[in-house]
């Protein structure tokens, strides 16, 4: 029997939510795992020595998340990177923008209906000054992106892969599993997420809305797109933008709004608001996306700490 | 750090700092060098580094082309050059369907299509997001104007039609 | 002799290809983008940059050396599942 351990470090714990995705299959998953650690389930407080595979969701956020992971990749054979958080630093890596100061004030001293004003320190461990994604601290044998990955790819991807043979599957955009019919648009204008009502059967990104359907990663089956809801970019970036050192999301997302509309690119940029968290809410903490020499990531950090 | 035993001027030395193997990251930080080069050149003298690195393509071509045999038939000299270039400069000549010959005649000019597959300015432009058909381009432009005069003693312009990711297409303008 | 196939499930019909490709080898029929002239392409992938869903695949084409593409993203997508 293999050991199987789970651990959520700074997460919302959906992606272990999850993993009971793959319904019946949990059975055949039992047949050949013994989980020996996992904080949702168990209370076993510390990870033992020879495990096989460990699945890690959330982020590196604060110091006992980066321990909890150090021990973990030594203590594994395999360590699966599991969901955004995982992969790109999720929501957790907006917090680069902010200064360590400026959060806890913010949540503990600040607030309106705070009465007591005082930062809590007994037993809680301390904040890193950012977040971290798993994949820039250790080394991780696979990365399964998706917020959280959708049950039917689960199903597809989860044993065969506990097994050792990794399953083949489509690795395109958002734009290839939607619906709608993309073409030429005259007279764009950006419109904020509550403006207006989306028409039926044609493209998001023509209607105005900041759809980033076709920069993202896809195996979700387009779900947000067809009920009316502009991707917001959940599955991390697409392949293909990932891949070339001089595509980034932001100048993909601006060279296809020009396509489509023959507008110039200073107008576009003009309409683009908010960029940190209509465009790179999911990659912020990613030193991937941060260290290409076009990304925006290390401008919106220099503007917000001046 | 690893200390060298013993150096002597005469002999070669078999061990050095770093691994021979180093040579993906050395390539990737000559590419970085050399695509900053040239954007803060185009920053300071803007239509003058067009000239500057057309010059120094210019040079290279002569430099290539000076021991070929010497002929007037312009296809045959691109066939050889293209062999010898080799490697990380590959072109071919492209004829579009429904032409007989290589050399086209259109609106009073008389060209040559040719495209472009591998490059080494392709590949160190996108390294550091440039985009192409910016001055770093102009040096295949004198390469090729370069070699040609070299061999057939003509001077012609090379223009760029479209740039790809995989590959790009020119126009070899003969007078 | 190149093949192209474009995955007409996936194809959203917006008709970038058709505008982008120097030697008109695509065009927009029934919504989709079909494949009319492909002894005229030049194998250049434009068409694959300028996709929004990935839908164009080339067969046997020269494939020009690209030692580009950074180290580390590189050893990520081996890893991708």
Same mark, same amino acid.
Not at chain 1, 253 to 278: A, C, G, S
Not at chain 2, 84 to 110: H, M, V
Not at chain 2, 165 to 172: S, V
């Given at each position: ?306 | ?7 002597? /001027? ?19 930080? *000559? ?14 003298? =803007? !239509? ?38 080799? =490697?990380?400069?590959?072109?071919? *000549?492209?004829? /579009? ?22 490059? *080494? ?13 910016? /001055? ?9 104007? !370069? ?7 003509? =001077? ?7 740039? !790809? ?11 | 002799?190149?093949?192209? +196939? ?12 058709? $505008? ?5 080898? %695509? ?20 068409? $694959?940059? +300028?996709?929004?869903?990935?839908? +164009?695949? $080339?067969?046997? +084409? %020269?494939?020009?050396?690209?030692? %580009? ?13």
């Amino acid at each position: 029997m293999l050991k199987l351990a789970t651990e959520p470090l700074a997460s919302c714990a959906g992606c272990h939510m999850s993993l009971l995705d793959i319904h019946e299959d949990i059975l055949e998953l039992l047949k050949k795992v013994e989980l020996v650690y996992s904080p949702v389930l168990m209370d076993v407080k510390e990870p033992p020595e020879g495990i096989d595979i460990a699945i890690v969701g959330g982020a590196v956020r604060n110091k006992e998340n980066m321990e909890k992971l150090k021990k973990l990749r030594q203590r594994s054979k395999i360590v699966i990177a599991f969901g955004t958080c995982a992969c790109y630093g999720g929501i957790s890596g907006l917090s680069i923008v902010h200064s360590r100061d400026e959060i806890l004030n913010g949540v503990y001293t600040d607030s309106p209906t705070t009465v007591s004003k005082t930062l809590p320190s007994v037993d809680v461990p301390e904040l890193l000054y950012r977040g971290y994604a798993v994949g820039d601290v250790i080394k991780v044998d696979y990365y399964i992106t998706g917020c959280p990955p959708k049950e039917v790819f689960l199903r597809k991807i989860l044993l065969p892969l506990i097994d050792g043979h990794v399953p083949e599957l489509s690795k395109k955009s958002v734009c290839s599993e939607c619906d709608r019919q993309m073409g030429q648009v005259k007279n764009w204008k950006v419109k904020r997420r509550g403006e207006g009502v989306p028409e039926e059967k044609t493209c998001l990104l023509g209607q105005g809305y900041i759809c980033l359907g076709s920069v993202t990663f896809g195996r979700c089956g387009a779900l947000c797109t067809h009920h009316g809801i502009p991707c917001h970019g959940c599955g991390g970036p697409s392949l293909d933008v990932l891949r070339e050192p001089s595509r980034d999301i932001y100048n993909t997302l601006v060279t296809r709004i020009q396509h489509l509309t023959e507008l110039p690119q200073q107008e576009i940029e003009k309409e683009l608001y908010d960029v940190t968290h209509t465009i790179y809410p999911f990659v912020m903490g990613s030193k991937i996306m941060e260290n290409k020499s076009v990304s925006k990531i290390p401008d919106i950090i220099k503007e917000r700490h001046l | 750090m690893s200390q060298a035993s013993i150096v002597r /001027p005469e002999e070669l030395p078999l061990q050095c700092e770093g691994n021979v193997t180093d040579y993906e990251e050395a390539l990737h930080g *000559l590419m970085v060098l050399n695509a900053t080069i040239i954007r803060s050149l185009e920053e300071i003298a =803007r !239509g003058g580094s067009n000239a500057v690195v057309y010059r120094a393509g210019m040079k290279m071509g002569h430099e290539t082309a000076k021991y070929f045999p010497k002929t007037d038939n312009v296809e045959k000299a691109l066939k050889e050059l293209s062999d010898i270039l080799g =490697r990380q400069y590959n072109f071919e *000549l492209y004829k /579009p369907k429904g032409k007989d010959s290589y050399i086209i005649t259109e609106n009073g000019e008389t060209f040559i299509y040719l495209v472009f597959r591998d490059c *080494l300015v392709r590949q160190t432009l996108r390294r550091e997001g440039m985009s192409q058909k910016g /001055p770093l381009c102009q040096s295949l432009y004198g390469y090729m104007v !370069g070699a040609v005069e070299e061999i057939t003693g003509k =001077r012609g312009k090379l223009e760029i039609v479209h740039v !790809g990711p995989n590959t790009c297409l020119k126009k070899l303008i003969l007078r | 002799m190149v093949k192209i +196939i474009v995955d007409k499930d996936v194809c959203i019909g917006c008709g970038l290809c058709a $505008h982008d490709c120097p030697m008109k080898v %695509y065009e927009i029929r029934d919504g989709r983008s079909t494949v009319v002239n492909p002894d005229d392409c030049m194998q250049c992938l434009s068409c $694959h940059e +300028i996709c929004p869903s990935n839908a +164009i695949e $080339h067969q046997d +084409i %020269y494939l020009s050396r690209r030692l %580009y593409v950074d180290l580390e993203v590189c050893s990520m997508l081996r890893r991708f599942v």
